[in-house]
C-alpha cells in the first residue's frame, strides 16, 4: 500500500469482489486489515452500489507477506530482475543483478512506478521507483531492445501529515458503517475470529489454513470491523488557491519538468486549480493510515511542489492551520508498455510465456493491477501445463472490461476503472460475482470445494424462491413494477419465503425487481457473444481483403484481435468493415 490506504471504491470494489469469488486475497486481506467500512452510492441502484475499507497499511502489508510466505511449493527470491533472459529468440526466464539466473517456462512482469521510475519534488528530482527505494533501469531498457513501444505517464501522492497536530473539531467527521460492509466470502462467513486463509489447487494439494489469534502479532489481529476508526473531510479556502497558483512555476508539473500523462481523474492539487478555477473549493479527505501509527493521508492533495510551498498549503485548510508533514508530497513519472502489444490473456504477442501486469499496462490503483496480476498468473500457470487461457469477456466481469478496453483501445493516459466503462453493468454487479464467475473459478481450483458446493446450493435457493414467486403473484411483471416502489421490498412481500439469509433476499429482490432489464442485458450479451465465437485466424493477411478500408487495415494489423467481436470495438473500424471481415473469414474455412 505504497498510496493510498484503502481498497475498493466506485468500480474498483467491483474488480476486488470479481478477484474474491476467483480465489483472489485482496478482498480477504482488506476485510480482515480494515479500519473502517463503508458503501458507497447507496442512494442509487445495485449495479454501481460499491464498497470501501479503509485499511491499516502496515497490517495489509504484513499480512499479505504471511500468506505469500505461507504458501505451498512458493520460494520467495529477494533480488533485482536486470533483464530477461531470452535463447535464440526464446523466453528462457530472468536475470538478476546479483547474477542469479532464473529459469521458468513463464513470467509475469509487474514493476509498477519503478521502471525508470524518477521522482519530483519541485525543482528537486531524482530517481526513484516510490520514495527511498531505488527504481529498475535495466529492464525498462531490456523492454525497449525487445522492441516493446514505451511512453512515460505520471503520478502522485499527497504529503502525510502528524495525526495530532490536526484540530478534528473544524473538520466534518465520517464515521464507518454498522454493520461493516465486508468484501470478501470468508469475512461474512467468520467474521470475529480474524484468521489468514490460503487454498491450495491441484490435485495433492491439501487445504491450507493457519490461524493468528492473539496479540502479540504484527498481523494486529483484531476483530474485522470491530473499533473502526473515523476520517474527515476537510475543504480547500481561496487562499489554497493562491498558494498554489503563485508557486505553479515551482512545481514540477508546471515547471516544465515532467512530460508524462497524469491521472485525468485523480488529479493534483495544482491541476485542481488550474483546469477548475470556477471551483470555491476542493475536498480534502483525511485518512488515518492504521491503528499504530501516527502518519495520516490527506487525500485530495497529491502535488509536485517544493516542501516549504507544500507546507503553506497544507496550512491553508481549516483543521490543518497547525499541521506537521511528516514527508513531503511527490510526483513520479515511470515507463510503461503499450497493452495493445497484449493477447487477452495478457501474454506478449511477440514474445512466448511472457506476461504483463499492472502499471506497465498504463492501469493505476491498486484493484487494477491486482485484476491483471491475477489473470496474469493463472493464465501463466495455464500456459506452463500446456492448457489453454482463461479469458473473461466483457459480459463476465468487470476484470474483462478493464483487459478488453487495454488490449483492444490501448491507453495514453493513466486508466482507470468506472462503471460507465461496463456496457453490462446490470450483469456485472459486486453482489452477484460469485455466482456469475462459478464456472470460471471452478476451472482455476483456487477456492474450496466446499465453497463452490456452497454457492452452488445458494444459486439453487435464489432461482427456485424466484420461481416461486412468480408463480404465487401470477404476475411477474406486476411483481417487479410492485417491489420498485420504494416503500417496498421483498422483505415485506406477503407470502415470501422464510429461512433465507439476508444476502440471498437481496439476490431474489434484484432478480424479480430488474427483471426485464437483465433479460433485455441477456439477450444483448448472447447476440455479441456469436461474434466473440468468430475467432481470427493469428496467420490472417489484411492486406489481401481489398474491401477493407486503409485506416482498418492499418487498425486490424496493429492490434490483431483474437475474434471478431474484438474486431468490432476497435476505433476506427466500422460495421461494414466487421461484415466484410466476417464474409473473408467465412471464405477461407469453406475453402
Known sequence: MSCNPSIGGMAKSHIVADLDSLGGEMARNADYTGI?????????????QATRIQCDKYAYSARMKAVVEAADNLEVIEDLVNSLWIVRGKLNGVLCRSGRRIQSKTVVLSPGTFLNGRIFIGKKTFPGGRIDEEPSVDLGA??????????????????????????????????GQVPPPFMSHAARHEAGVFHVEHKQSG?????????????????????PGSNQISCYLAYTTPDTAQIVSRHLSESSLYGGLITGTGVRYCPSIEDKFVKFPHHESHHV???????????????????????????????S?????????????????????????????LES???????????????TGYEEAAGQGFMAGVNAVFRARGEPPLILARSDSYIGVLIDDLITKGTNEPYRMFTSRAEHRLILRQDNSRFRLLPQAERIACISSEHIREIKDEASLVDAETRRLKTTFHDGASLAQMLRRSEMSYEKLPLRQNGLSARLEQQVEIEVKYEGYIAREKKLI???????EVR?????????????????????KKIRPYSLGQAARISGVNPSDIAILAIYISRKKLS
Not at 490435485?203 to 476483530?223: A, N
Not at 448472447?526 to 466473440?532: A, I, L
Open 36 to 48: 473502517q467500512f463503508r458503501t458507497l452510492n447507496t442512494r442509487k441502484g445495485p449495479a454501481v
Open 142 to 175: 531490456c523492454l525497449a531492445s525487445l522492441g516493446f513501444r514505451m511512453a512515460r505517464l505520471k503520478t502522485g501522492t499527497p504529503p502525510r501529515l502528524h495525526k495530532d497536530s490536526i484540530d478534528y473539531t473544524a473538520l466534518k467527521e465520517q464515521a
Open 203 to 223: 490435485s495433492g494439494c491439501p487445504d491450507r489454513m493457519f490461524h493468528v489469534e492473539h496479540e502479540p502479532s504484527s498481523l494486529v489481529p483484531w476483530q
Open 285 to 315: 479527505f483525511i485518512e488515518p493510515e492504521g491503528r499504530k501509527t501516527v502518519e495520516v493521508y490527506p487525500n485530495g492533495t497529491s502535488n509536485s511542489l517544493p516542501e516549504t510551498v507544500q507546507l503553506d498549503m497544507i496550512r
Open 317 to 345: 485548510i481549516p483543521g490543518l492551520r497547525h499541521a506537521e508533514i511528516m514527508r513531503p508530497g511527490y510526483a513520479i513519472e515511470y515507463d510503461f508498455a503499450d497493452p495493445t502489444q497484449l493477447k487477452a490473456s
Open 349 to 363: 504477442k511477440e514474445i512466448e510465456g511472457l506476461f504483463l501486469a499492472g502499471q506497465l499496462n498504463g492501469t
Open 526 to 532: 448472447d447476440q455479441r457473444r456469436r461474434q466473440e
Open 536 to 556: 481470427i485466424p493469428t496467420n490472417i493477411n489484411y492486406d489481401e481483403i481489398k474491401a477493407l478500408r486503409y485506416e482498418s487495415r492499418e487498425k486490424l
